[in-house]
């Protein structure tokens, strides 16, 4: 076994007391946000200085399997108050990481311990969530994937972390945070686009098979990504298994969305099988697979479906209680007045809050919640877009599925993308108790106003 040097001395304190085998085995594993340099930028360019969890960034690739306990003692070596939420993961709510709602946020110096139990199996991501367009922006994130008790056999498990760089000449953090016009606006767009693959294969051959695990770990830009030289199927959306492997074209990922596709490699020896970012302008390659040779050409079996999840099922809807979410304020959405910590304000006073978007014509976490909900009942939630900007709604604690206009179900989700002048309905189960939050998880918008919170009993 190899030992870090914390835990290393941890376990040398121990043995004073302890016979060899103590103290350290049973030591939460420790993760330290601290300050660190990364290489951002191929090339010349410097590297770049960041925050990372244990210095790095993406921050380690946790693993485990489902069903297995994940600790994890998050110290803060940073300058400011932090706290890890582990994003689409069904975790206790003691252990979701927003301060203010499900602890308090640990101070410079201070440590908190997360255990998380997981029920479900998937592509899940970690990252802080306090000062969140600060300290995601200088790159406090990392990948969690839980694997199934038999995952289906690949030649490569890739997770592929889709990120937004806004950097100075020099390939350093642009220390913007916060700026009215990306809070006004579309948040915080970069002008250094990457995927970062964990891990990097060397090489592939034609006719191997990858899954890929696609996480956009961006503060507020939504990327569309398309592939080359690979083909296959989407097989998860947010960590949840869809129902039958689909095709696909071209993903939409609006901040925090994952999805897990299952890919043959069709470029030839010699190319390269890639991953693009598709904008306006043009494609842009993100990552690319150089392809060193020819692979088994036996046929590969179908892509099949993953396990589903135990997440418990919608039932019938008609009963169900709903609760209209609608969405304000922006540039150019004309917003007059909005409540903010109990007090009516016009929109200058607001803005001089540095709150610009409202819910149902609140701006920040109102003291009570959108919804109050006992166990087991079925919540509806219309989500009304009036403004002119797209906005990522995440809930906290569960996932859900769209209620589509036909009636229909979506698959389980937990953040979707609701585009300007659209309404777009969700549903969830209320099993698991505590206070969670609803927000856009565009982290500007976010910061100026766009949050909620449903509380479970
Ligand atoms: Cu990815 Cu409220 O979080
Ligand atoms: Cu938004």
Not at 206 to 217: I, S
Not at 294 to 310: C, D, K, T, W
Request: charged letters at 20%; aromatic letters at 6%.
């Amino acid at each position: 076994m190899k030992l870090d040097r914390r835990q290393f001395m941890a376990g040398a304190a121990a043995l004073a007391v302890w016979p060899k085998t103590g103290g350290a085995a049973n030591a939460p594993r420790i993760i330290e946000a601290r300050a660190g340099t990364a290489r951002v930028v191929p090339g010349d360019y410097p590297e770049t200085e960041i925050w990372g969890y244990d210095g790095g960034v993406p921050g380690p690739l946790i693993r485990a399997r489902q069903g297995e306990t994940v600790s994890r003692k998050l110290v803060n070596a940073l300058p400011q108050p932090t706290a890890i939420h582990w994003h689409g993961l069904r975790v206790p709510n003691g252990m979701d990481g927003v301060p203010g709602l499900t602890q308090e946020a640990v101070p410079p110096g201070g440590a908190f311990l997360y255990e998380l139990p997981l029920k479900d199996a998937g592509t899940y991501w970690y990252h802080s969530h306090n000062q969140s367009t600060e300290q995601v922006a200088r790159g406090l994130y990392g990948a969690i994937i839980v694997d199934e008790a038999e995952p289906p056999e690949v030649d490569h498990d890739i997770t592929v972390l889709l990120d937004d760089w806004r950097l100075t000449g020099q390939a350093q953090i642009s220390e913007d945070f916060g700026a009215m016009h990306d809070w006004t606006h579309a948040g915080r767009m970069g002008n250094f686009v990457h995927a970062r693959l964990l891990p990097s294969p060397s090489e592939v051959l034609r006719n191997q098979r990858l899954r890929l695990r696609l996480v956009n770990v961006a503060t507020d830009r939504i990327m569309a990504v398309s592939l080359n030289g690979l083909e296959g199927r989407l097989v998860a959306r947010d960590g949840m298994p869809v129902e039958q492997p689909q095709p696909f074209d071209m993903l939409v990922f609006g901040p925090a969305e994952r999805a897990d596709l299952i890919v043959d490699v069709t470029a030839g020896p010699g190319e390269a099988a890639q991953i693009l970012l598709q904008q306006r302008d043009g494609a842009y390659v993100l990552a690319e697979l150089p392809v060193t040779g020819q692979g088994a050409s036996v046929p590969r079996g179908a892509i099949q479906a993953l396990p589903p999840n135990p997440v418990p099922a919608l039932g019938d809807l008609s009963q169900a209680r709903a609760v209209a979410l609608r969405m304000e304020g922006g540039a150019m959405g004309g917003l007059r007045q909005g409540t903010y910590m109990g007090r009516l304000l016009s929109a200058r006073e607001l803005v001089d809050e540095g709150q610009i978007w409202t819910f149902n014509g609140a701006a920040g976490l109102p003291e009570d919640p959108l919804a109050s909900l006992s166990h087991g009942e079925v919540l509806r939630i219309p989500m009304r877009n009036d403004t002119v900007f797209p906005h990522a709604m995440h809930l906290h604690g569960t996932h859900f599925r769209e209620v589509l206009p036909d009636g229909g179900l979506g698959p389980l989700r937990d953040t979707i993308l609701v585009n300007p002048d659209e309404t777009r309905e969700i549903a969830f189960v209320a099993d698991n108790p505590g206070d969670w939050l609803l927000h856009c998880h565009m982290l500007s918008h976010q910061a100026a106003g766009m949050k909620t919170w449903i509380r479970v009993t």
